[in-house]
């Protein structure tokens, strides 16, 4: 089983929609949760970096995290077809980078 | 832009040969990560370099190296390439070695035939 678990989609939504995107985890140490957005041909960005529990909103984009399920959410309100992407989940344990584990991404497609 | 700089975007090479990745990092980073992304085994982290000094390993194979030089450009060696070893790798940049918010360049799109 893997430590970070994600489904690989894809999920197409129409534009305008609200687009939630989910993880799991196993290990309980994880403190440190991100999300990563990457186009196609791209490098992944930064897109939300949260510490423990609870909600962060940066625009249209919230990220949730719930330690007791281990379960973290990243929400895209009016979704544009812009946000066609490919999200990854990101975490850690430590506040090294070198110890990230990434999930394997859930492609996305906000259809016009 | 990211502002981390990886040279070749494309390389295309035979099994057994050796070829080099280059990254520059943004100005003031001193972190250097190396990471190799397929599609069965999704990001995966190689080797850490801060301020010209390695810092941490992750899956790297014994064939593949780094290092990180004065101006704090990186580069990795990938040796006795074999088929397996097609992949895009990334480098990316983070200012510290702790609490990092890691800044990717549009990587290296590897194919060996």
């Known amino acids: 089983q893997k430590e970070v678990e994600q489904d690989p989609g894809p999920l197409s939504v129409p534009e305008g929609a609200i687009v939630s995107l989910n993880c799991t985890y196993s290990?309980?140490?994880?403190?440190?949760f991100m999300w990563y957005r990457q186009y196609s041909r791209k490098g992944p960005e930064l897109l939300m970096y949260?510490?423990?529990?609870g909600n962060k909103e940066d625009g249209r984009f919230t990220a949730q995290v719930d330690k007791s399920s281990k379960y973290i959410s990243l929400f895209i309100r009016d979704s544009q077809p812009s946000d066609s992407a490919t999200y990854l989940c990101?975490?850690?344990?430590?506040?090294?980078?070198?110890?990230?584990?990434f999930g394997s991404g859930t492609r996305l497609s906000i259809r016009p | 832009d990211s502002g981390v700089t990886q040279t070749p975007k494309h390389l295309i090479t035979a099994t057994g040969q050796r070829v080099t990745l280059r990254c520059s990092p943004r100005s003031g980073d001193l972190s250097v990560y190396w990471y190799q992304q397929s599609l069965d085994q999704g990001l995966q982290f190689l080797i850490q370099y801060y301020n010209g000094e390695e810092r941490a390993k992750g899956n790297i194979l014994e064939r593949f190296s780094a290092q990180q030089f004065p101006d704090l450009h990186s580069e990795l060696n990938l040796s006795s390439l074999e088929l397996g070893d097609s992949a895009l790798y990334f480098c990316a940049s983070a200012e510290s070695g702790d609490n990092e918010k890691l800044f990717f360049g549009s990587g290296t799109q590897l194919s060996v035939l």
């Open positions: 990101a975490m850690s344990a430590s506040s090294s980078a070198s110890k990230i584990i």
């Open positions: 949260t510490y423990s529990s």
């Open positions: 290990n309980s140490a994880f403190q440190y």
